[in-house]
């Protein structure tokens, strides 16, 4: 079993920048692809990035590409997502997934309870 909590959201104005911080427990954590999602009221989760199990190789939606940066660190059990240049429309539950990796949350068995992004205009 792996358990994931994330932390780091919060209210923000556009144009700002979060980091977002997701611990895992469990001694299977670099065996896992790690993935970044988000919903937004009224709308269906969505991915953002995503993270190979060594860190080498990472993915992003094209709505966060050149802003938002996945990255993992494997002996302290945490991946990041350090959002740059934030905009209204990031606003959103954010959630951290582990699995086999990819843009599918089917392709994802664990999941965080989320961590509420707001970003002002």
């Known amino acids: 079993q792996v358990q994931l909590v994330e932390s780091g959201g919060g209210l923000v104005q556009a144009g700002g920048a979060l980091r977002l911080t997701c611990a895992a427990s469990?001694?299977?954590?670099?065996?896992?692809?790690m993935g970044w999602f988000r919903q937004a009221p009224g709308k269906e989760r969505e991915f953002v990035a995503t993270?190979?199990?060594?860190?080498?190789?990472?993915y992003y939606a094209n709505s966060v590409k050149g802003r938002f940066t996945i990255s993992r660190d494997n002996a302290k059990n945490t991946v990041y997502l350090q959002m740059n240049s934030l905009k209204p429309e990031d606003t959103a539950v954010y959630y951290c997934?582990?699995?086999?990796?990819?843009?599918?949350?089917?392709?994802?068995?664990?999941w965080g309870q989320g961590t509420q992004v707001t970003v002002s205009s």
């Open positions: 997934a582990a699995g086999l990796g990819g843009s599918s949350y089917s392709s994802y068995d664990y």
């Open positions: 993270i190979s199990r060594s860190g080498g190789s990472t």
């Open positions: 469990g001694r299977t954590f670099s065996r896992l692809a």
